[in-house]
Nanobody, 128 residues
Framework: QVQLVESGGGLVQAGASLRLSCAASGRPFSWYTMGWFRQAPGREREFVAT????????YYTESVKGRFTISRDNAKNTVYLQMNSLKPEDTAVYTC?????????????????????WGQGTQVTVSS
């Protein structure tokens, strides 16, 4: 059974940085695409970033390009989201997700249905 556990969220001021981590277990981590999504109160879940199973390819939603970086350490079964220059509109619950099938081609704007396993989420709050 897949387990994804996020950490690193918190309350910060605008302009600050945070690094989220997501530790995975239960399946060979290096076989699967990973992604980060976020959901703000009253809004739909939104794609943030995704990384290929090898770590060589990444995609981001437009609003975070140049500020956020997704990376992975396959030896540690962990995916990261480095978030710089945070804005109040980045406030949301951030959730990591693992691809539904192994060795799939990365998509630039993957729907949530591309992912079969989800973490519980970690709250990120950015004050102005």
């Amino acid at each position: 059974q897949v387990q994804l556990v996020e950490s690193g969220g918190g309350l910060v001021q605008a302009g600050a940085s945070l690094r989220l981590s997501c530790a995975a277990s239960g399946r060979p981590f290096s076989w699967y695409t990973m992604g980060w999504f976020r959901q703000a109160p009253g809004r739909e879940r939104e794609f943030v970033a995704t990384i290929s199973y090898s770590g060589t390819d990444t995609y981001y939603t437009e609003s975070v390009k140049g500020r956020f970086t997704i990376s992975r350490d396959n030896a540690k079964n962990t995916v990261y989201l480095q978030m710089n220059s945070l804005k109040p509109e980045d406030t949301a619950v951030y959730t990591c997700a693992q691809g539904r099938w192994p060795y799939t081609q990365l998509r630039s704007d993957p729907p949530p249905t591309d992912f079969g396993s989800w973490g519980q989420g970690t709250q990120v709050t950015v004050s102005s």
